[in-house]
């Protein structure tokens, strides 16, 4: 039994609409229109076609060869329509125009793009219309879901033992491995883009800071800058005209973190850091040499290669800013 469908553009207070007559159900004739006639020109290029026996990724056949509605003169990835294809009377499959925002009647599946909107639309019973988008999202996780469980179920030890359970008995030891091997590789891979993203966010939350305490600098000059923080650390905070700027960590008689960024031999040669982490861990270097202004790119760069460095530099820059705003007030 085939799945049908009305498929629709809304623009200027009217709707015009077509008749689709298999797989219309949302994870393939919805995902077809976002995938493939996910704009004006497409979508309406599609209405104005007429009835439709089936749409595929491809609205024309290429040219000069033979595509009609018969199954073994079709050409793969093309739609197949009852008026250009089966040569059926216009009259009966031309698309549908009423004056109204809401289809008069409807399908269980129906599809609109809102030319306003720029997007496509769905509705169930002609008139609530959501985003396809997150309509098939949400189609997609409960089916997700479903499956989910009931593979759980056939594995819950309830049944009495692997060996009894159905399918346990159907699935071989290469099938076992094979979707085993797809969870590790998913979940492998949300690792790592996870990982990534916190990566790109720290590199960017630090850069940000990093240049706000240069160019914040001048506010400490000549200043006894010292800020309490918890368990009974403190940072001492030193500039030196424009020329240089840092901080240092300390705590008793220990440096836990010190950080100078020196403009050598003058503000426009280029410019040096130091970083000191826990006494005995030192990272020194020339930053971008032949600049005339500080970038912070290159530090980072290096910050990011020892472990929890950039966390700890990037918490203690934000005291500073901190600190500071407060002063302006």
Request: aromatic share 10%; charged share 30%.
């Amino acid at each position: 039994m085939s799945t049908n469908a009305f498929i629709g553009i809304r623009e200027n207070g009217s709707i015009s609409y077509i008749y689709n007559h298999s797989d219309g159900y949302l994870e393939y004739l919805g995902r077809m229109l976002l995938e493939h006639y996910n704009s004006e020109e497409k979508a309406k290029a599609l209405v104005a076609l007429g009835g439709v026996s089936i749409v595929k990724e491809k609205l024309d056949p290429a040219e000069g060869t033979v595509h009609s509605f018969n199954v073994g003169e079709r050409q793969d990835g093309v739609s197949v329509f009852y008026g250009r294809d089966k040569n059926e009377d216009w009259e009966c499959i031309k698309p549908i125009t009423i004056q109204n925002t809401v289809f008069d009647e409807h399908q269980y599946y129906n599809y609109l793009y809102d030319v306003e909107e720029g997007r496509w639309l769905f509705t169930r019973n002609g008139k609530d219309f959501q985003k396809l988008e997150e309509v098939i999202a949400d189609e997609r996780k409960v089916a997700k879901d479903k499956l989910y469980k009931r593979l759980v179920k056939e594995f819950d030890q309830q049944f009495g033992g692997l060996e009894n359970q159905p399918l346990y008995k159907a699935l071989t030891l290469e099938d076992l491995q094979e979707i085993a091997g797809i969870i590790d590789r998913r979940l492998w891979l949300e690792r790592t883009i996870t990982k990534i993203n916190n990566a790109k966010n720290k590199r960017k939350q630090l850069e940000t800071n990093l240049m706000k305490l240069w160019k914040e600098k001048n506010k400490f000059l000549a200043l006894d800058m010292k800020i309490k923080i918890s368990n009974g650390a403190k940072i001492c905070c030193s500039a030196a005209g424009f020329e240089k700027c840092g901080f240092e960590v300390v705590k008793g008689d220990k440096v836990l973190c010190k950080l100078n960024i020196i403009a050598k031999r003058g503000y426009d040669s280029g410019f040096t850091y130091f970083i000191q982490m826990n006494d005995e861990e030192v990272e020194q270097g020339v930053l971008n040499g032949e600049e005339t202004a500080f970038d912070s790119k290159a530090i980072i760069t290096e910050i990011l290669k020892k472990e929890g460095w950039a966390e700890k530099i990037e918490s203690y820059i934000s005291v500073i800013l901190e600190a500071l705003e407060e002063r302006k007030k």
